[in-house]
């Protein structure tokens, strides 16, 4: 066996004369264990969180939209519709025309109103399934019907089959001065999305009906939704589409109309990332604490190891074999802990929320009542490696320092 390792392994495990020495060893073991598991169930559980809130918002909005240039509506949206739907990766097309208003049931309420129609809709949403009182077919031209989250619904105190007036930004004039356009509509469906954003904020309407709400001329639609094969390739696929529609149309795919929320949950993950490693640095920082002590006790047998004729560089390797070992064996604990805990982290925090009587994810809080950890390969590997590579630069002074022990010096009171 190499000399270094050997005599590294065996000051790793022999006894201490100083047991504050072993102590702190644990410690700095422990540490690290800590710091690892806690840094992959932390970034497992906030993957789980942006790719279910991913998943619930995504199946609500278009993988990609065409609009026009001039920012008007769309007067021949059948025709890039027929464009979009000739590629294979395209699954389904459907116009939409956008506005808000205020809501006034017993209750008055800003929302986002969106003119559909039902059986394209179903085609690019998730909107059907989503249904928990009625359906899109619901809606029908010219009935003047809507379809409320369940959280806009209960707080406008309506439900299936009353009546809402919808007020909209549009102003008239007439003998009595200028009136906003108003428009009484009949509740025919409650969906729940599980967002705020949705549940709270967006009611549907038929095309038709909005745009005779909005006087847009006949046939016209704000945009086209496209949903695309391939989530993750949409950006690509909306590329390869621009040049097949004419100069009038742009497309903009699901990255580019919610890119704020991506940026923001990336620097919200690094910065955690970056936060939580500096537990593992702390636990570094114990492992040079103890090389540093160990290197004074075994003072005199590094000066015999020199007067034998061990060089600094081998010197440097027995107590660099020492620090490492610490981190090593702190690491593998913290990652099978880690990996075990992200693993189970629903039914920790179910029992949990059990012995406490209490509920950390309240349903009128959250977007998300359920924790899910979504543990990557990557993220695992970077996390270990920044650990352990920690623990190796933590041996460099300690180990600098046994190299320059002078033997007369070490052996002068021996």
Do not use: C
């Not at 949206?77 to 116009?95: F, H, M, S």
């Not at 925090?349 to 899910?372: A, C, H, P, Q, R």
């Not at 920690?390 to 300690?398: F, H, I, K």
Request: glycine share 8%; charged share 20%; aromatic share 8%.
């Amino acid at each position: 066996m190499n000399l270094p390792l050997f005599i590294g392994l065996r000051y790793t495990k022999a006894k201490r004369k100083n047991h504050f020495i072993s102590f702190i060893s644990l410690i700095s073991m422990a540490g690290i264990a800590l710091g690892v598991m806690t840094v992959i169930v932390v970034i497992g559980v906030m993957n789980g969180f942006n790719k279910e809130f991913q998943q619930r918002m995504l199946s609500t909005v278009s993988h990609a939209t065409i609009s026009a240039f001039s920012g008007e509506h769309l007067n021949q949206w059948q025709q890039a519709v027929d464009q979009v739907k000739a590629r294979d990766q395209v699954l389904g097309a459907a116009p939409y025309i956008r506005t808000e208003g205020m809501l006034q049931g017993f209750r008055t309420e800003g929302a986002l109103i969106q003119g559909i129609m039902p059986e394209l809709e179903q085609q690019v949403t998730e909107f059907q399934n989503a249904m928990r009182y009625g359906s899109l077919e619901d809606l029908q031209a010219g009935k003047f019907n809507i379809i409320l989250g369940v959280d806009l619904a209960a707080h406008l105190g309506i439900g299936p089959g009353d009546t809402v007036m919808l007020y909209v930004p549009e102003f008239r004039t007439t003998a009595v001065g200028v009136t906003p356009r108003l428009k009484r509509f009949t509740v025919t469906g409650i969906f729940e999305v599980g967002m705020y954003e949705y549940d709270f904020k967006l009611g549907l309407i038929h095309l038709e009906d909005a745009r005779k709400l909005l006087r847009l001329p006949e046939g016209s639609a704000e945009g086209v939704r496209i949903k695309v094969d391939d989530l993750m390739q949409a950006p690509r696929i909306a590329r390869d589409l621009a040049p097949e529609l004419d100069g009038f149309y742009r497309i903009r795919d699901w990255t580019q109309e919610h890119v704020n929320f991506f940026k923001a949950t990336r620097t919200e993950r690094m910065v955690m990332f970056i936060i939580l490693s500096m537990i593992v640095a702390v636990a570094a920082f114990n492992i040079l604490s103890t090389l540093v002590m160990l290197v004074t006790e075994k003072q005199s047998d590094v000066a015999i190891l020199r007067t034998l004729g061990m060089s600094g560089g081998k010197i440097m390797g027995i107590f660099m074999v020492s620090g490492t070992l610490i981190g090593l064996i702190g690491t593998t604990i913290g990652t099978i802990l880690g990996l075990v805990t992200a693993a189970n982290i629903n039914s920790i925090m179910k029992t949990l929320e059990g012995w406490f009587n209490t509920e950390f994810l309240s349903k009128d809080v959250y977007y998300i009542t359920e924790i899910t950890a979504d543990l990557r390969t990557a993220d695992v590997l970077l996390i270990v490696g920044i650990a352990f590579g920690l623990s190796v630069l933590a041996t460099l002074y300690p180990a600098w320092r046994a190299a320059r022990v002078e033997p007369a010096e070490a052996l002068r009171y021996e």
